[in-house]
């Protein structure tokens, strides 16, 4: 992997991160609120799981295979 590869995927990775941050905090913000849309709850859920996996994908490229 080259360096600009690197550069590249660790910015990816800070905005997969931000915007699972903001995800929960929406989702907390709409489960606090009277009469939380449940389905856009669990829409907003999936979103963040499907982010939490890219950003272990991520991380697992960032991170170099050591064979023991």
Do not use: C, N
Not at 13 to 41: K, M, S, T
Not at 51 to 63: A, P, W, Y
């Amino acid at each position: 992997m080259t360096e600009e590869e690197e550069t590249e995927l660790k910015a990816q990775l800070e905005q997969l991160r931000q915007e699972h941050r903001d995800l929960d905090a929406a989702i907390e913000a709409l489960q606090a609120a009277p009469g939380a849309d449940l389905l856009q709850v669990q829409r907003l859920k999936k979103r963040k799981l499907h982010l939490r996996d890219r950003i272990s994908f991520i991380e697992d490229q960032l991170t170099p295979d050591i064979i023991a």
